[in-house]
């Protein structure tokens, strides 16, 4: 079945240092969608991707889709310790409904 | 405009016992999702849900485990004979279409199941 993995799986940095999580899928994805789970919290919706090599930017947080639509990255600069939270990748393959959610990133933010 | 509701929030029950989760799609979304989220893992697909039909239920244990969205009424899931495996944090998901869209999914903050 499809696989998705992240990572890192836990990152802890300093405030104001940057961030990146990698996404890889083992099949070719038809896009790629990105959500933030704070400690405690529920998953909330960030990004979608659909073209190959897409790039979507929201404010500090860059979203990229790879050429072969198998892997995407998320990147944070500058960050801040309202970043906190596991960052989930989340891809859906052809036609299928559902998503498959990737393995997650943890994030830390120390002052 | 009530998002995807939940509950309970936090439901004990002990070994043997039944679990049921309710879940309220968003207003105007038709299509319900069910993920298991085990402690510091990532979220697993479980099934996925219409107006009065199972589209895919892949992920869904054979055993035990149950789904529906009557026509009236909220999504339940429900886990018979829970056994301490079965502890979990239960989320559900709604989502107007499901159709590439733009449109990701609205989670409900989740069930939260111990079984002792």
């Known amino acids: 079945g499809q696989q998705v993995m992240q990572i890192p799986q836990y990152q802890h940095v300093q405030e104001g240092e940057d961030f990146t999580t990698y996404c890889n899928s083992s099949?070719?994805?038809?896009?790629i969608q990105w959500y933030k789970q704070r400690p405690g919290g529920h998953p909330v919706f960030l990004i979608q991707?659909?073209?190959?090599?897409e790039v979507k930017k929201q404010k500090r947080l860059t979203f990229q889709f790879g050429e072969a639509k198998k892997n995407s990255s998320l990147h944070i600069t500058a960050t801040q310790t309202t970043d906190v939270g596991t960052y989930f990748c989340?891809?859906?393959?052809?036609?299928?409904?559902?998503?498959?959610f990737g393995t997650g990133t943890r994030l830390q933010v120390t002052l | 405009n009530a998002g995807v509701m939940q509950n309970p929030r936090h439901l004990v029950r002990r070994r043997g016992q039944e679990a049921r989760l309710r879940c309220s799609p968003m207003?105007?979304?038709?299509?319900v999702y069910w993920y298991r989220q085990l402690p510091e893992e990532g979220l697993k697909f479980m099934v996925y849900?219409?107006?009065?039909?199972?589209?895919?239920e892949s992920g869904m244990p054979k055993e035990r485990f149950s789904a529906e969205f009557p026509k009236e009424g909220p999504s339940i899931l429900r886990i018979q004979q829970v056994v301490r495996g079965d502890s979990a944090a239960y989320f559900c998901?709604?989502?107007?279409?499901?159709?590439?869209?733009?449109?990701?999914?609205?989670f409900g903050s989740g069930t939260r199941l111990t079984v002792v």
């Open positions: 099949t070719t994805l038809s896009n």
């Open positions: 991707l659909v073209k190959s090599g």
């Open positions: 989340a891809g859906r393959t052809g036609t299928a409904s559902k998503l498959t």
């Open positions: 849900l219409q107006k009065e039909n199972i589209i895919d």
């Open positions: 998901a709604s989502s107007p279409t499901a159709l590439l869209s733009n449109y990701g999914y609205t």
């Open positions: 207003k105007g979304h038709s299509h």
